[in-house]
């Protein structure tokens, strides 16, 4: 089965497309980003070691990131199943040990998704980003609204703003990913591995790109 990883800027949609893919093929999503925000709502260690971070825009350390995902990768129903790591790995040292920990496995990488957006309509996306605070589905003020305000469609709990989608800290997030983030495209570009698309469009049309892109 398939093993992919899906890169790019904060709002790019990387998310989305893992869940579309995880619905239509069955493929697991491992979103490092879900994973904390879920450590952080239970109140362990790991969740307020993360919290700190995570609210102000800056990434997690690389070893605690790297433990996440090498856990799951142990996990011989996930290595046959085959996975999307959505939001990993983030710096090319975060590239650079999930190489090793494949390796170890004995699993290599099909494709690399970099997922393309422009700047403005990143910012206009994270900032008009809504959560469902029960199950977390996501929604969205300008592009995917819920049926009635404040509401999730899919539970009915209540929609809130991520603390690190506030304006200041979605700035800040995009110069960590120009910093840190965009050499890890280069890193799987060098390997053959990577195909940029873009996300900019409605995520129907994104998805269909990105099964041309894979061949599904
Ligand atoms: P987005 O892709 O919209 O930025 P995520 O949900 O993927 O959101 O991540 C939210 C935050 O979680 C990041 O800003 C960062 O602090 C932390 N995080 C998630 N994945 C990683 C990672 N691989 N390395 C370091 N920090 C991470
Ligand atoms: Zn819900």
Do not use: W
Not at 43 to 55: F, H, K, N, P, S
Not at 80 to 93: E, K, N, Q, W
Not at 184 to 199: F, K, M, P
């Amino acid at each position: 089965m398939a093993r992919y990883v899906f890169l790019g800027p904060p709002g790019a949609g990387k998310g989305t497309m893992a869940e579309m893919m995880g619905a239509a093929f069955g493929v697991r999503q491992i979103s490092t980003g879900d994973i904390l925000r879920a450590e952080m709502k239970a109140g362990t260690e790991l969740g307020r070691q993360a919290r700190q971070y995570i609210d102000n825009g800056q990434l997690v350390p690389d070893e605690t990131v790297t433990a996440i995902v090498t856990a799951r990768l142990a996990d011989p129903a996930i290595a046959a199943g085959g996975f999307i790591l959505d939001g990993f790995p983030r710096t090319v040292r975060q590239a650079e040990l999930l190489d090793a920990a494949l390796e170890r496995h004995g699993l290599t990488l099909d494709r690399v998704v970099l997922f393309e957006v422009e700047r403005e309509l990143l910012l206009t996306r994270l900032t008009a980003r809504r959560v469902c605070k029960a199950c977390g589905a996501v929604f969205n003020t300008l592009f995917n609204r819920p049926r009635a305000e404040g509401v999730c469609d899919a539970c009915g709990g209540p929609l809130i703003q991520r603390t690190d989608d506030s304006r200041s800290t979605a700035v800040e997030r995009l110069a960590v990913y120009e910093r840190q983030t965009a050499p890890v495209a280069d890193y799987y570009r060098r390997r053959g591995l990577l195909t940029a698309l873009s996300g900019a469009g409605h995520k129907d049309e994104n998805f269909a790109r990105l099964r041309q892109g894979l061949g599904l």
